[in-house]
Antibody, heavy 123, light 107 residues
């Protein structure tokens, strides 16, 4: 069974940093594209960024709203996906989901999601 | 960026009703569209990918259609567990974008 478990959320001041983690299981992590998607309270879904698979050298893509501030990385030895968030703004406050991209569609959708971790940005 | 416009934003329906949600893309995206269902406090769940392919395990009352700029998600007979928010999502080009969502509530 595919499982994705996020951790690392919490309260941080504006301008601060936080690192989120995602622990995947039940599939070959290195073979899959992985994404971060967020949802501000009471709002819709917003894509944050992507890490391609090992075959594509784990290259990344980011939303314009986070580019230069957020970094996605992986540690295959620890079977983990990370989202390093720097220079946080109040508008970054959201539930952050780790999501697996669907291979059947050529990585064009998200076929598994974690339960989410809440990030609050406030002074 | 490709914008996705969902309509309606909100709909009220009864159990057994046929429900249709529309998603319009700001430019042609072929069939690079997916639909998700999200219940309060839960993660989204993939329903449909490639515009019309039903994800494994999803009930057959859900169907998707369309290509280019106009897409629909249809629930043929609304069930109590279908009351939720629904989102469309595209990946023809980055950034990946979502529609604003449609909330389906009980009439």
């Amino acid at each position: 069974e595919v499982q994705l478990v996020e951790s690392g959320g919490g309260l941080v001041q504006p301008g601060g940093s936080l690192r989120l983690s995602c622990a995947p299981s039940g599939f070959s992590f290195s073979d899959h594209y992985m994404d971060w998607v967020r949802q501000a309270p009471g709002k819709g879904l917003e894509w944050v960024g992507r890490s391609r698979n090992k075959a594509n050298r784990y290259t990344t893509e980011y939303a314009a709203s986070v580019k230069g501030r957020f970094t996605i990385s992986r540690d295959d030895s620890k079977n983990s996906l990370y989202l390093q968030m720097n220079s946080l703004k109040t508008e970054d406050a959201a539930v952050y989901y780790c999501a697996r991209a669907g291979e059947s569609s050529g990585w064009r959708d998200f076929d598994s999601w974690g339960q989410g971790t809440l990030v609050t940005v406030s002074s | 960026d490709i914008q996705l416009t969902q309509s309606p934003s909100f709909l009220s329906a009864s159990v057994g009703d046929r429900v249709t949600i529309t998603c319009r893309a700001s430019q042609g995206i072929s069939t690079n569209l997916a639909w998700y269902q999200q219940k309060p406090g839960k993660a989204p769940k993939l329903l449909i990918f490639a515009a019309s392919t039903l994800q494994s395990g999803v009930p057959s009352r859900f169907s998707g259609s369309g290509s280019g700029t106009e897409f629909t998600l249809t629930i043929s007979s609304l069930q109590p567990e279908d009351f939720a928010a629904y989102y469309c999502q595209q990946l023809l080009t980055y950034p990946i974008t979502f529609g604003e969502g449609t909330k389906v509530e009980i009439k």
